[in-house]
């Protein structure tokens, strides 16, 4: 499998606190890719430094054969544009924005016209069962139905990697399985490979692969597929 990013030997502290001690991580082309482990054991750390939101004290981040830790904030924040979608646990839509403004937003980021951007929205609302949610703000949404414009965002810009950090952390079990459905269903339509942060094996159940960080290092817990 065609590696798309890895963490080689990555540290990284919070001042005196050390959150990674020698992480090591693959991700192949098209993988979803379980990080579990318990609370404070390093996992968002190990997503935000993979996804060039944080850079290592020491250790490599490699994307496409790229060594991104060595970019500069310019760089590193144009590779998110670009090449990465995110999820977090509280959709973090913003509120002034209506769904379908805030599912248009990374592509009006990246320059595309408004019109295109709109379009382009409407299309990822409707393939999520939101198209009547359209002109509503993230005050006007359910909890999941947030969610769930906020995956849409995620994953309108087509990215090559979608982080994903407990994106079902504040469901109920049922909502979380529809956006485990849906989040799995267009990575594996689009070939978007997945990091995906979560404590709950059930969530954790829709990958490819399971590893758990423990302490700041990264431990494997079903086999790593063939090179
Ligand atoms: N902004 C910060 N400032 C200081 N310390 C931090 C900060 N963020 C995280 N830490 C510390 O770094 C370590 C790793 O935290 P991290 O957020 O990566 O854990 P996590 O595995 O994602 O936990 P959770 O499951 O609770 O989200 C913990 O000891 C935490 O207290
Ligand atoms: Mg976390």
């Not at 002109?135 to 309108?156: F, K, M």
């Amino acid at each position: 499998m065609t590696t798309v990013l890895e963490a080689r030997d990555v540290h990284f502290a919070f001042g005196r606190t050390p959150a990674l001690r020698g992480a090591d991580l693959r991700l192949g082309e098209g993988e979803i890719l379980a990080v579990m482990g318990p609370s404070g054991s390093g996992k968002s750390t190990l997503l935000h430094c993979l996804a060039g939101i944080l850079v290592p004290d020491s250790g490599e981040i490699h994307f496409d054969g790229q060594r991104i830790d060595r970019l500069g904030e310019t760089g590193r924040s144009a590779l998110r544009r670009d090449k990465f979608g995110f999820v977090f646990q509280f959709g973090q839509l913003v509120p002034e924005l209506s769904a379908e403004e805030n599912v248009a937003l990374p592509l009006l980021l990246s320059g595309v016209r408004r019109s295109a951007a709109t379009a382009e929205a409407r299309v990822l609302l409707e393939r999520l069962g939101l198209d009547g949610l359209a002109a509503r703000t993230s005050g006007e949404l359910s909890g999941g139905q947030a969610q769930r414009v906020a995956l849409a965002r995620g994953l309108v810009a087509r990215p090559r990697v979608l982080f994903a950090d407990e994106p079902t952390g504040a469901l109920d079990s049922l909502t979380g399985e529809q956006v485990m459905d849906l989040l799995v269903g267009s990575a594996r339509a689009e070939g978007t490979s997945v990091v995906l942060v979560t404590h709950e094996p059930r969530v954790a159940a829709y990958a490819d692969r399971e590893v758990v960080v423990r302490d700041g290092k990264v431990l494997a817990l079903t086999a790593e597929p063939a090179a």
